[in-house]
């Protein structure tokens, strides 16, 4: 009933909110990229997508259609795995950023190794900055990890990568902790050179706000305990707000942070023996995107 092309196409604008990069990531038109869409909804029977010039989000029958799409999808893969008789070998050096240590990523890396066990995955899971010059330095040959949005240019992360969602960063901390415009923001940061941080100071710099370092850690785990102890707030992306935690209201007159990038990265690699299984890997996540962010 559903045509595995279509679903695709329905997934990376689910996971993106973008026809437009969906249209990048797939190597399409958008013409081509709305016309699956309406034709998955054709079939559907339903609308799966509220758009207008603005926006794209998902309707609730679309929010049930992407559970559908990759259960679909994976029972697609492993069938023709299956029939073609094709095995990935070698070695992968992965790298996830420290973001998607409370989500759903172990279930991601789960199938990969159960539908791939020939594949020897060494995982690396450190902050975003600090992977992209591993990248950059040939030590890993795939990652998983946060950019800023746009060209990245005079940037270790220079390459484009595989967009996997856009999201926002945005201020939180718990819904007890009241700021005092007349003192220092005390912040809650990972260290260098995390983007996150990176980006808090020079959005309270641009503002002429004052600020202090309250709590450094380079575990997430580490940060939001800290937080939720109301030593202070952090940036963090909005999609992936720890529970616990909240956005911090307008009436706090903090900055706004901008938007963040989590991008799909290969290293010079790539043409090398983990090509098949960094391909490979890198379509697990980005058919399984969805599981990457928190409810």
Known sequence: MFDPVQLRTFLAVAQTLSFTQAAHRLGLRQSTVSQHVRKLEAAAGRRLFSRDTHAVDLTEDGEAMLGFARTILEANERAAGFFTGTRLRGRLRFGASEDFVLTRMPEVLEEFRREHPEVDLELTVELSGTLHEL????????????????????????????????????????????????????????????????????????????????????????????????????????????????????????????????????????????????????????AGGDRLQLP
């Open 135 to 286: 990248l950059a330095a040939g030590r890993l040959d795939l990652v998983l990890a946060k950019r800023r949005p746009g060209p990245a240019r005079g940037r270790p992360e220079a390459p484009t990568g595989r967009l996997v969602w856009r999201d926002r960063l945005v201020w939180v901390g718990t819904d007890r902790l009241r700021l005092d415009a007349r003192r220092p923001v005390p912040l809650v940061v990972f260290p260098p050179p995390a983007v996150t941080r990176a980006r808090a100071l020079e959005a309270l710099e641009r503002q002429g706000r004052d600020w202090r370092i309250a709590c450094t850690s380079g575990s997430l785990n580490g940060l939001i305990a800290a937080t939720r102890a109301g030593l202070g707030v952090m940036a963090h992306s909005l999609g992936m707000i720890p529970p616990g935690l909240v956005r911090m209201p307008s009436r706090a007159g903090l900055p706004d942070l901008g938007g963040v990038d989590f991008v799909l990265l290969y290293g010079d690699e790539r043409e090398g023996a983990a090509r098949g299984p960094a391909e490979a890997l890198a379509e697990a996540i980005l």
